[in-house]
């Protein structure tokens, strides 16, 4: 009775409700019928699965889905999983005139810098993307020693966003051999991409998209970064007349030989004049904002149904992929830009194909686009729902 009142109180005082529930008790008949009371309330809701300790513990989640909220997540009051996204997902929902309220509250401290890996074939321009980069008025500069023997970091600031820029643009291998410095420069980009937060690929206009390019584009696909493709040299081809059609045609062309890196923007530019170089940090602003959108569980597992019903799973050896639920993963709040990440629970992973999983990945970008990033798909193994 203590907690039907105390939910009462709730739904007469409160801008949002937090519904906590138990993920280790599972779904209880009290949870059920609190969610009833809160729907009819028609007030903003939240439901938190608490003790969700460890990620194998997040099919546990799946027992709550029948309570039918949009907005669930998944958290460890004990060990602090999952609080960085119920926050910002509590800053969202709260209506402005509650800004006021929390006018005393502690700031909420800033996610560490960027790391901001600038990489390239030699002779691509990343040096001289750097220097326009530093060069920039707005750009508080200062050199840190490097965490590799071959990078210098530099951390700098802009527009109060703090960065760390892995600068490996002055390393050059010295061999006669030009076979020698590409495989040397794709070595080098492998480690640069995974300190890295986001890649900006820089490639020559003058020459296209060369299969070195290929190559270190591949790496940061398999890698799963975010990432941005800069076409660097437009001061060596922009036509007299016509600059936008010739834009159009470099951008498309790069897209179609990229195509495996197709969720990266590209960005034409000129380190040497400065040109649309203050745009790639309008990209890089718009990336980390999309970072932090989540998807509702029930709008989620709506989606995903309703794109199954539309185009049915390949058969797969007599059997074809369920899906029981599915859940967008909590934030990992010590890395500044954390791509979207869905789990789905299934009958068995091994079902999914690559095609599928694109025809899903699809769906996923046509509700949010997630710009400059991988979407990211985990598959758990889930028995078949028990009739109730």
């Given at each position: 009775?203590?907690v ?6 709730a739904?007469?005082?409160s801008?949002l409700?937090?519904?906590v ?15 009833l ?8 809701v ?6 969700v300790?460890?990620p ?6 799946a027992?709550?889905s ?6 669930t997540?998944s ?9 960085s ?8 929902l709260?209506?402005?005139?509650s800004e ?23 002779n ?6 750097i ?6 008025q707005r ?5 840190i ?7 210098v970091?530099?951390?700098?600031e802009?527009?109060?966003q ?10 050059r291998?010295?061999?006669?051999h030009s076979?020698?410095v590409?495989?040397f ?6 480690r ?26 591949g790496?940061?696909?398999?890698s799963?970064k975010?990432s ?8 060596l ?5 016509g600059?936008k ?5 470099l951008i ?37 904002r ?6 509702g569980?029930?709008v989620?597992?709506?989606m995903f ?7 049915l799973?390949?058969?797969i050896?007599?059997k074809r ?19 979207p ?12 194909g ?5 025809f ?9 686009p ?11 193994a ?7």
């Open positions: 009775s203590e039907r009142i105390a939910a009462d109180a739904m007469r005082e801008d409700i937090l519904f529930v138990d993920a280790q008790h599972g779904l209880a008949p009290i949870d059920q019928e609190l969610a009371m809160l729907r009819k309330s028609r007030r903003p939240v439901l938190v699965v608490n003790k300790d460890h194998k513990h997040e099919d546990l989640e027992d709550f029948r309570l039918n909220f949009d907005e997540i958290i460890s009051a004990a060990h602090g999983r999952g609080i996204t119920l926050l910002e997902t509590i800053d969202q709260l209506p402005k005139e006021a309220r929390a006018d005393d509250a502690e700031p909420i401290e800033r996610k560490p810098p960027v790391a901001l890996a600038i990489i390239g074939r030699p691509a321009g990343k040096s001289s993307l220097n326009s980069i530093l060069r920039d750009t508080i500069v200062s050199n020693p490097g965490t590799t023997r071959d990078a970091d530099i951390e700098y802009r527009e109060g703090k960065f760390l820029l892995i600068d490996t643009a002055g390393m291998q010295r061999s006669k076979t020698s590409e495989v420069s794709v070595m080098r980009a492998e640069t991409i995974r300190r890295a937060d986001l890649c900006v690929l820089v490639i020559d206009v003058t020459s296209g998209v060369t299969s070195q390019d290929k190559k270190i584009a790496l940061i696909q398999e799963r975010p941005i493709v800069v076409l660097n040299k437009w001061d081809v922009k036509p007299a007349r600059a059609a010739a834009m159009k045609e498309t062309t790069a897209r179609e030989t990229l195509f495996f890196l197709d969720y990266a923007p590209v960005l034409i530019a000129s380190a040497a004049t400065g040109e649309n170089v203050t745009q790639l940090f309008e990209m890089i602003s718009e990336i980390q999309a970072a932090g959108i989540r998807l569980t029930g989620l597992n709506r149904r309703a794109a199954m019903d539309e185009t799973p390949p058969t050896g007599n992929l369920k899906l029981f639920y599915a859940t967008q993963s909590a934030g990992d709040a010590e890395r500044a830009i954390d791509p990440k869905f789990i789905l629970f299934v009958n068995q992973p091994k079902l999914l690559d095609t599928y999983a694109r899903l990945e699809g769906r996923i970008r046509q509700a949010e997630y710009p400059g990033l991988p979407v990211l798909l985990t598959l758990r889930r028995s078949e729902p028990r009739e109730q």
